[in-house]
């Protein structure tokens, strides 16, 4: 791995409403290394894309802010350096590519001006020469005739190549992190496939770290080095995806896993849902947010969060019950017939 | 673009369709006989049936439309029965005054997109809800409650502005005095600002919304500062529903036109159309309806093609 890109430290976004405080992420920690991979994996609501925007300082300030953490960039603090600094970092050291292509372009401008506008703002370029550029990108991650599309508006792209156009924008200024906030979820499933190649590949070229965001550990397992597990604001687990994926410790990640169908399976097996409904983030325990869902819960999961506790190489865990336990559990599950642990 | 500008001009002629029919029917549908009223007083059965014959009037319906609307073709859009003037001499004093007035609102009207803009930027905030609940009082007030108001209080009270007439121009609309200026102030403010009301609120909820979009968001991952955001990126696709908005409001404000040409007694389509009534003089209704309309459909063709410029999805499609 190269340089540290990043260190997130006990990072806290809350959402000060009318209803009272949405504790979106709650004392969330994790770092990232050039050329690195990073996938964050959670449930909807379970604050992934809130701990994002907090690194772009992009959380809508009222109600949203970011009450606790340090978030370095290098050794630059995103949460003190002044605004036009901040301006400096997006789109030049930290690029984002948004979940739902088809509203993440600006209609009414062609996709050209969209890119190129990146380029001239970051680097010393003409617009003439931007413009070029932006058909250079264009042509790189994949789109055809991209010297004829560039002049053309977002509504005569299809999702796929819309995702690309986006992919084209963020890296257009060499970011150092490229922050990947479901990029697939609405796309076709072949369309989903070209995508991941197409990040991967612009990673490689750039070296850059990159941070994915999502619900799908099919895609997780396919590009991540790592993964940090996600639950109601607060890291559960985290760890090297092998370990997440073959030696998980936590009861979420264990119905995370299986409720992914498997094609190894011989026999027609159910998939298994985690049963219950996600948490209110107003009204969350003190303790484990998972407890009320949690089939193994105990006294003390609701009322106090558990330390930290490694259980690998690289690898973390928060949870109650006793780590032995936990394996004899495990080796009882379905999913884990052939625990590697 | 040539291809939708053909497509709606090619709509233009089925409305032109319409309204002719539409006037024409009117014409046909009120009591009485024409030949008899033409042929004047005292007439014989035989003058009354030669004047029936020469004029058309025992032709069928669509022979009758046709003619009429050839005669239309042609500019002639028949005699006032009270004046005994042409109509399309009459419409043609008055357009020009209506018109001005019209002008002289969408432009006032026009003050609503920086306001709503302006609301949308500070929601929540003092100005936005001051404005906000005004926009609504304004826009609850009919046209005529805020003309006589207006012309009690500038016009009567305070003696700053004349209470109704109109002055010289220049080109047919521009005032070309001051004192010409002061007759358009009230009832161009009048019908403006009721307008700026409506157009300031719609602005800023398409502002509003606009600005939690994810493109914006994009554009701000990107680093652009705040103020590239919003009008770089922001606007244009805001200010778009506004126009469509403005385009069907264009209706109102040439209604709002005869309510206040009749309150300011300006000698306009508005008042024509009000005097005709009055006067049962059917012809003259017709012709400024159909003014009225032809005003309506040219203003909503260029409010559309100014659409199409803003937006390529309009302009590309097809």
């Known amino acids: 791995m190269g340089e540290r890109l990043l260190t997130i430290k006990d990072l806290s976004t809350h959402f000060f409403t009318h209803a009272g405080v949405v504790k979106a992420v709650n004392g969330v920690s994790f770092t990232l290394d050039r050329g690195e991979t990073i996938g964050i994996v959670g449930e909807s609501g379970s604050g992934k894309t809130v701990a994002a925007m907090s690194l772009m300082r992009l959380i809508p300030d009222p109600p949203g802010k970011v009450v606790e953490g340090s978030l370095m960039l290098g050794d630059r603090d995103l949460r003190t350096i002044s605004d036009d600094e901040m301006r400096g970092v997006r789109g030049n050291d930290i690029a984002m590519i948004f979940q739902d292509p088809m509203t993440s372009l600006n209609p009414v401008m062609k996709v050209g001006k969209q890119i190129a506008e990146a380029i001239t703002l970051h680097q010393d370029k003409g617009k003439r020469e931007a413009w070029q550029m932006a058909a250079k990108l264009l042509a790189r991650v994949g789109i055809p005739d991209a010297d004829k599309r560039v002049d053309q508006y977002p509504f005569e792209f299809s999702g796929g190549m819309r995702q690309r156009a986006m992919i084209a924008m963020a890296i257009s200024c060499n970011p150092d992190v490229l922050i990947a906030d479901e990029p697939t979820t609405a796309l076709d499933v072949t369309i989903q496939a070209q995508i991941i190649d197409v990040v991967r590949e612009m990673q490689a070229q750039f070296d850059s770290g990159v941070i994915l965001i999502t619900h799908d550990l099919g895609v997780i397992a396919e590009i991540s080095d790592k993964v940090m597990v996600m639950y109601g604001g607060r890291t559960v687990e985290y760890g090297p995806v092998d370990e997440i994926f073959y030696n998980a410790h936590h009861p979420y990640t264990w119905g995370l896993l299986a409720s992914l169908p498997r094609l190894d399976e011989s026999e027609k097996t159910r998939l298994t849902p985690i049963l219950g409904q996600p948490p209110n983030l107003i009204t969350l325990p003190a303790g484990c947010p998972f407890t009320a869902r949690c089939p193994y819960r105990r006294e003390e999961c609701r009322d106090k969060w558990p330390a930290h506790e490694a259980v690998g190489p690289d690898h973390g865990v928060h949870c109650w019950i006793p780590v032995e336990e936990r394996v004899a559990i495990r080796a009882g599950l379905p999913h884990f017939k052939e625990p590697a642990a | ?318």
């Open chain 2, 1 to 318: 673009m040539i291809a939708y500008i053909i497509r709606r001009l090619l709509q233009l002629v089925i409305v032109l369709f319409g309204v002719t029919l539409i006037t024409f029917g009117m014409l046909k549908l009120v009591p009485g006989d024409p030949a008899v009223a033409l042929a004047g007083k005292n007439a014989t059965p035989e003058k009354i049936a030669f004047v029936r014959h020469e004029r058309g009037l025992d032709r069928p319906f669509y022979v009758q439309y046709i003619r009429y609307v050839e005669r239309l073709v042609h500019g002639d859009l028949g005699e006032s029965l009270y004046t005994a003037r042409p109509v399309a001499e009459m419409i043609r004093e008055a357009a020009p005054v209506t018109i001005q007035l019209a002008v002289a609102a969408v432009l006032i009207e026009l003050l609503g997109i920086p306001l709503g803009v302006f609301s949308a930027l500070r929601q929540y905030s003092f100005w936005d809800t001051t404005l906000t609940t005004a926009a609504l009082i304004l826009w609850g007030i009919p046209v005529f409650v805020l003309g006589y108001f207006a012309m009690y209080i500038f016009g009567l009270k305070l003696d700053w502005l004349p209470i109704g007439g109109v002055g010289p121009t220049v080109l047919g609309i521009i005032p070309s005095t001051w004192e010409s200026w002061q007759t358009l102030i009230l009832p161009a403010l009048t019908l403006g600002v009721i307008e700026i009301a409506y157009i300031s609120y719609m602005q800023r909820a398409s502002m509003l919304e606009v600005s939690r979009s994810d493109f914006i968001r994009t554009a701000r991952a990107k680093g652009l500062t705040e103020r590239k955001v919003i009008w770089g990126h922001g606007f244009k696709n805001a200010v778009i529903p506004v126009m469509t908005i403005a385009g069907i409001d264009l209706g109102a404000l040439i209604g709002g036109a005869i309510i206040t040409e009749t309150v300011f007694n300006r000698p306009g389509i508005g008042l024509l159309i009000y005097q005709g009534i009055n006067q049962r003089d059917v012809a003259v209704i017709a012709g400024g309806v159909l003014f009225a309309t032809f005003f309506f459909v040219f203003a909503n063709l260029l409010v559309d093609l100014g659409y199409a410029w803003v937006d390529p999805r309009v302009r590309l499609e097809d």
